[in-house]
């Protein structure tokens, strides 16, 4: 069936660092592809989506990008700061197209320290 | 556009009791997802809505739950009979069918249910 696994955490950066966040899934059809992130005591914010192949979806220096070929929809940024921790899931449509509902990963706690 | 919200935030009940929550869509938006997350885990789909019909209900959601969009636009969620293993939080998100951010859920704040 549809799945999704992403890079297990917790991960600890220092400010300024590169971050990746692999994210890989299984998914029948086409599926659109989100990064959504939760920042401690609140909700779930979309971070930013990609719909077709190759597709680079961007926000706030976050960026992924569409594989089809691999499956993947990685999530990088250049230099993370204290702000961004928080946890991130990767989700993909369920059962292809671009409104379906989501299937989402276990989430990837990110800390940054000073 | 004022987001989803849901109310209330909290419910603390016995286990036993029947529980109500409700969430209210941005509006306009067709569709309404339910979802629920336990500690340390992602969102699992529960059902959504297209305008009044539910379209899709997850074998997770028992007969003890019922989800209705009546007039399709606010939703209900009930739990009927709470066991000590639904305490969650059961978050609702919304999209449209149309435009250029067509597909895209927007998540609302959450309800968070403890069963004693």
């Known amino acids: 069936g549809d799945s999704v696994t992403q890079m297990e955490g917790p991960v600890t950066l220092s400010e300024e660092a590169f971050l990746t966040i692999n994210c890989t899934y299984t998914?029948?059809?086409?599926?659109?592809l989100f990064w959504y992130v939760q920042y401690p005591g609140e909700g779930l914010q979309l971070l930013l989506k990609?719909?077709?192949?190759?597709d680079k979806g961007s926000n706030k220096g976050f960026e992924a990008t569409y594989r089809k070929e691999t499956t993947s929809f990685h999530l990088e940024k250049g230099s993370v700061q204290v702000s961004d921790s928080a946890v991130y899931f990767c989700?993909?449509?369920?059962?292809?197209?671009?409104?379906?509902?989501?299937?989402f990963g276990k989430g990837t706690k990110l800390s940054v320290k000073p | 556009d004022t987001g989803v919200s849901q109310n209330p935030r909290h419910k603390i009940t016995k286990r036993g009791q029947n529980v109500t929550f409700r969430c209210d869509p941005i509006?306009?938006?067709?569709?309404l997802y339910w979802y629920r997350q336990t500690l340390g885990q992602g969102p699992e789909f529960l059902t959504y809505?297209?305008?009044?019909?539910?379209?899709?209900k997850s074998r997770l959601l028992s007969d003890r739950f019922s989800a209705e969009r009546p007039k399709g636009s606010f939703s209900t969620l009930e739990i009927q009979r709470t066991e000590q293993g639904d305490s969650a939080m059961y978050l609702c998100?919304?999209?449209?069918?149309?435009?250029?951010?067509?597909?895209?859920?927007?998540f609302g704040p959450g309800t968070r249910l403890t069963v004693l």
């Open positions: 998100a919304s999209s449209s069918l149309a435009g250029g951010l067509r597909g895209t859920q927007y």
């Open positions: 998914a029948t059809g086409y599926p659109s």
């Open positions: 990609a719909t077709k192949a190759d």
């Open positions: 989700a993909p449509t369920l059962g292809g197209g671009s409104q379906g509902n989501l299937i």
């Open positions: 509006s306009e938006h067709n569709r």
């Open positions: 809505f297209q305008n009044e019909a539910q379209l899709e």
